[in-house]
Structure formats: structure tokens, C-alpha cells
């Protein structure tokens, strides 16, 4: 989806905004996070180290505060005609969340530094809030795996290991 989605948001604000400004927003959303904003970088001709820093911050920005208001704006939220967003988001974090309450904050580390579809810091964040582990532990947790998805989207995105000389 991140493949798809990525060209899209590019061709709809290429042209009015900067590019580093277009890897901001696109890594702001759920789903694309730091891999869409790194793909989108890679693809708008970026240097490696902006796209790498901008795709980090627009990743990072939003976690704080899911981490310490996503219970209240749900159960807020449970009372208009969001319902059925919020039961479905619920659902989808209850869904993913056996390896955190398996392995804790490891787990939550995995969860997020793997960059597979369904994974990454939002969902991360919402589980680790809906499980009501410790937001002091959880947010570094959460950084260090977003630092990890994005060295590896990077590596493969922007070529790296061959540029390095490896593989």
C-alpha cells in the first residue's frame, strides 16, 4: 500500500510545496510513517541524511501524544459517529499486540523497527497505550525502533550496501 500510496501524495503536492516539506507530511501519516517519507525522499532526488533527518522528525512528532491522549480521545471519540473507527482501530492494535505483551518493551522495539505493513511507531504507540505500559519507557523504545525501520528502508531504498562496497 505504502508503494501506491507514496506516488500519490507526491504527484498531489509536488510542484506547491518542497520537497522536504512533502517527506514532513507524508511521514506525519499512519500507515506511510518514516517508509513513505524515506521512499518519498529517495524518489524526489533528495540527499540520503535531510530525507533521513525530516522522515525521523515527521515520524517522531505525533508519538508523545498518542502515547498520553489516545485512551481519552477514544473514549471521547466512543460517543460520536467515530465509533466504529475507533472499535476497528482498537481491534486492529488488540490484533497485533501478542508479541508486546510477550517480550514488553523488546517486543515493542521489534514491533516498530520491523518495517513490514501493519507495523510501525503509530500502531506501536497504540498498543503500548491501550496496554497502558510506562510512556517514560515506551517513547526511547519507540525511537530507537523508528531509528532502526529507517536505516533499513534506507539501505534498501537508497542503496547503501552498494555504495558502500557491500553486497
Known sequence: MTESL?????SLFQGSISKEIIVFIISLF???????????GYA???EFTS??????????LPIPFILLFIRYIFKVLKQTPFRKIVLWCEEKAESKNETIRKYAYWGLYL?????LPGTGAWT????????????????????VGVLTAGIIVSVLSFGLLGALGIG
Open 6 to 10: 507514496v506516488p500519490w501524495m507526491i
Open 30 to 40: 499512519p500507515i506511510l510513517e518514516l517508509r513513505g517519507g524515506i521512499l518519498a
Open 44 to 46: 524526489l532526488g533528495m
Open 51 to 60: 530525507t533521513f533527518i525530516i522522515a525521523f522528525i515527521g515520524n517522531i
Open 111 to 115: 514491533f516498530v523497527a520491523i518495517p
Open 124 to 143: 506501536g504507540a497504540l498498543i503500548a497505550a491501550l496496554l497502558g505500559m510506562d510512556v517514560k519507557k515506551t517513547f526511547p523504545t519507540i525511537v
